[in-house]
C-alpha cells in the first residue's frame, strides 16, 4: 500500500469534516489540523514511513490490534 503524505491525510480529513460542521467550527478543525501538522503529526508520520519501509502491509498490524480491542469488548460485555 502506498503511504499518502501527512498533507494529502489532512486534506482528505477536513474535506470528509467539512459536511458536519458549520463555518466556525470548520475553521477551528483548519486550525487544529494545522497545529497537529505541525506539532505530532510529522512524528507520527516519521513512524509510520518507518513502519512502511519495513512491513509488507503497514496497516495490517494497527488493524490487528483495534480488532483485538473490538473482540475484547464485545466477550466481556457478553459476559456479564
Do not use: H
Not at 516519521?46 to 466477550?75: A, P
Amino acid at each position: 500500500l502506498p503511504l499518502p503524505s501527512l498533507d494529502d491525510t489532512l486534506r482528505r480529513f477536513l474535506r470528509s469534516v467539512r459536511p458536519l460542521y458549520d463555518d466556525a467550527e470548520y475553521q477551528r478543525m483548519e486550525k487544529l489540523a494545522e497545529e497537529f501538522r505541525q506539532t505530532i503529526g510529522s512524528k507520527l508520520q516519521r513512524y509510520l514511513r518507518l513502519k512502511w519501509l519495513i512491513s509488507s502491509n503497514y496497516v495490517r498490524s494497527y488493524f490487528r490490534w483495534i480488532f483485538s480491542l473490538t473482540l475484547t469488548d464485545c466477550l466481556y460485555f457478553a459476559l456479564f
